[in-house]
């Protein structure tokens, strides 16, 4: 955040920091512009109001993964203030009220060893860190989180806007994002929250979720049996699926907050905030509710299409240019998905483009193909770009729609299967899809299934 030493994850210990991150004598820290920018633009995202004057403090501590024994972090005017996320948990839109988005630096990391030993990794010191602080409280108009659920829930929506701006990775098993839930209750009908704790080792949006739970529960069990809530930093556990005391926080910490006297004051004007404002991409909240106004295609698929801001993109340019986006929705979550996940390919890599696609359901839709046939043309477009109609041409995979060819591959089938024949004859209409499969088969799979049944029906039928 002020030195020039690389962001990476892992690595040997200590080989990317510097006198300035470290600390040493004669380090003089230079905020990094670049943090600053994608920090207001995280902020005007969770619709902030930008702070045009904001100062760099030292936070005071003393603790081992700490080499400067303090923290340049910001002052009571943040970055960003008063601003919201929307989410959508247990049934109901909420806007959850976020008090601050403020810039520090990152700790070091401590790695424990045998022999009750602990050694000191700097090698994250003075990373670049955007802290994003709930409000609870929360003024009128907003919401606060009030279940494991929603925790998640908004941990997964922010996390996905900051995908979208480009600003993190997210990761939180290498802790580029990390979440420490603040946890308190209150009896039915009063104003006043109680005491709270804190969850730490939290790794996942699923221990997130069960962590806050948990505490949850915890606690009103610790009240309704007549205790007191202690205030405390707690460790979840994920084996255990519980949380266990680490220490004890029954004093407020004094940090002896003061302004920095290396570091100016961030000073951004409005024309610097408005070109930000503007850089800004179609957040993931706003192009579902477009690609279900636009499209016609169901909340669902929205929530599925707009997960990443590379996925929207392919699909908001598919749409475009096919006549039916709901079927490009099918084939894109369903197809799609399936491939990527199969194959291991980024969707960005992926060789699906809108005119193939296009052409493809165009296929489907005049019969030149069916669908299941559909689906081993589409497999090979994922991976070479080729068009459907070359596909189909090079492999002869035209759909048959001669219902004399087709009639033949039906007797065929009838007069192989006799038993099948009486047994649907005798009741047994569960078997019209097996009889549609042999035929299929025998046609190797390019007949028209509406021919197939047409014929069946009247086969057996008659």
């Given at each position: 955040?002020?030195c020039g030493c690389e962001v990476a994850f892992g690595g040997s210990p200590?080989?990317?920091?510097?006198?300035?991150?470290?600390?040493?004598?004669?380090?003089?820290?230079?905020?990094?512009?670049?943090?600053?920018?994608?920090?207001?633009?995280?902020?005007?995202?969770?619709?902030?109001?930008?702070?045009?004057?904001?100062?760099?403090?030292?936070?005071?501590?003393?603790?081992?993964?700490?080499?400067?024994?303090?923290?340049?972090?910001?002052?009571?005017?943040?970055?960003?203030?008063?601003?919201?996320?929307?989410?959508?948990?247990?049934?109901?839109?909420?806007?959850?009220?976020?008090?601050?988005?403020?810039?520090?630096?990152?700790?070091?990391?401590?790695?424990?060893?045998?022999?009750?030993?602990?050694?000191?990794?700097?090698?994250?010191?003075?990373?670049?860190?955007?802290?994003?602080?709930?409000?609870?409280?929360?003024?009128?108009?907003?919401?606060?989180?009030?279940?494991?659920?929603?925790?998640?829930?908004?941990?997964?929506?922010?996390?996905?806007?900051?995908?979208?701006?480009?600003?993190?990775?997210?990761?939180?098993?290498?802790?580029?994002?990390?979440?420490?839930?603040?946890?308190?209750?209150?009896?039915?009908?009063?104003?006043?929250?109680?005491?709270?704790?804190?969850?730490?080792?939290?790794?996942?949006?699923?221990?997130?979720?069960?962590?806050?739970?948990?505490?949850?529960?915890?606690?009103?069990?610790?009240?309704?049996?007549?205790?007191?809530?202690?205030?405390?930093?707690?460790?979840?556990?994920?084996?255990?699926?519980?949380?266990?005391?680490?220490?004890?926080?029954?004093?407020?910490?004094?940090?002896?907050?003061?302004?920095?006297?290396?570091?100016?004051?961030?000073?951004?004007?409005?024309?610097?905030?408005?070109?930000?404002?503007?850089?800004?991409?179609?957040?993931?909240?706003?192009?579902?509710?477009?690609?279900?106004?636009?499209?016609?295609?169901?909340?669902?698929?929205?929530?599925?299409?707009?997960?990443?801001?590379?996925?929207?993109?392919?699909?908001?340019?598919?749409?475009?240019?096919?006549?039916?986006?709901?079927?490009?929705?099918?084939?894109?979550?369903?197809?799609?998905?399936?491939?990527?996940?199969?194959?291991?390919?980024?969707?960005?890599?992926?060789?699906?483009?809108?005119?193939?696609?296009?052409?493809?359901?165009?296929?489907?839709?005049?019969?030149?193909?069916?669908?299941?046939?559909?689906?081993?043309?589409?497999?090979?477009?994922?991976?070479?770009?080729?068009?459907?109609?070359?596909?189909?041409?090079?492999?002869?995979?035209?759909?048959?729609?001669?219902?004399?060819?087709?009639?033949?591959?039906?007797?065929?089938?009838?007069?192989?299967?006799?038993?099948?024949?009486?047994?649907?004859?005798?009741?047994?209409?569960?078997?019209?899809?097996?009889?549609?499969?042999?035929?299929?088969?025998?046609?190797?799979?390019?007949?028209?299934?509406?021919?197939?049944?047409?014929?069946?029906?009247?086969?057996?039928?008659?």
């Amino acid at each position: 955040m002020f030195c020039g030493c690389e962001v990476a994850f892992g690595g040997s210990p200590n080989t990317r920091c510097c006198p300035v991150c470290l600390g040493l004598p004669g380090g003089l820290p230079v905020v990094n512009q670049r943090a600053v920018e994608f920090m207001t633009k995280a902020a005007l995202a969770l619709n902030c109001t930008i702070s045009q004057r904001s100062e760099f403090y030292r936070k005071n501590y003393f603790y081992p993964d700490l080499a400067k024994n303090y923290q340049i972090s910001q002052g009571e005017v943040a970055l960003g203030m008063n601003g919201f996320v929307e989410i959508f948990a247990g049934g109901k839109n909420k806007k959850i009220a976020i008090r601050r988005v403020h810039i520090e630096e990152d700790t070091g990391k401590l790695l424990h060893v045998e022999g009750n030993r602990s050694l000191v990794d700097c090698n994250r010191s003075s990373m670049p860190l955007m802290e994003i602080v709930t409000m609870n409280p929360p003024p009128a108009g907003l919401d606060q989180i009030e279940s494991g659920e929603e925790a998640r829930e908004y941990l997964q929506r922010l996390r996905q806007i900051l995908l979208y701006l480009g600003v993190s990775d997210c990761k939180m098993e290498e802790g580029s994002m990390r979440c420490e839930p603040n946890i308190s209750i209150k009896p039915k009908g009063s104003e006043k929250l109680g005491t709270k704790t804190e969850i730490k080792n939290l790794n996942s949006f699923k221990s997130v979720n069960m962590g806050v739970d948990y505490e949850l529960m915890r606690q009103e069990k610790v009240l309704r049996e007549g205790g007191k809530v202690r205030q405390e930093t707690r460790r979840w556990n994920e084996d255990r699926g519980t949380t266990s005391s680490m220490r004890s926080k029954e004093h407020a910490e004094e940090y002896r907050y003061y302004p920095d006297p290396d570091l100016p004051p961030v000073v951004l004007d409005e024309t610097y905030i408005q070109r930000l404002r503007d850089e800004l991409p179609e957040l993931p909240f706003a192009r579902l509710r477009r690609f279900m106004a636009d499209y016609g295609i169901t909340e669902q698929d929205a929530e599925v299409l707009t997960d990443t801001l590379e996925f929207a993109e392919l699909f908001d340019a598919c749409a475009k240019v096919a006549r039916d986006p709901q079927e490009v929705a099918n084939w894109l979550t369903g197809e799609f998905l399936r491939l990527v996940n199969a194959k291991g390919v980024p969707i960005v890599q992926a060789k699906i483009t809108p005119e193939n696609l296009a052409d493809l359901l165009d296929l489907i839709d005049k019969g030149a193909v069916n669908r299941n046939t559909g689906k081993a043309v589409f497999e090979e477009m994922f991976v070479t770009g080729k068009s459907a109609a070359e596909i189909v041409k090079a492999r002869g995979l035209e759909q048959v729609s001669d219902s004399g060819a087709i009639e033949a591959a039906v007797d065929a089938v009838l007069a192989a299967n006799p038993q099948e024949v009486e047994r649907f004859k005798g009741g047994e209409e569960k078997l019209a899809g097996w009889f549609v499969g042999q035929v299929m088969r025998e046609m190797k799979g390019k007949a028209n299934p509406g021919v197939i049944n047409k014929v069946l029906k009247e086969k057996l039928n008659g």
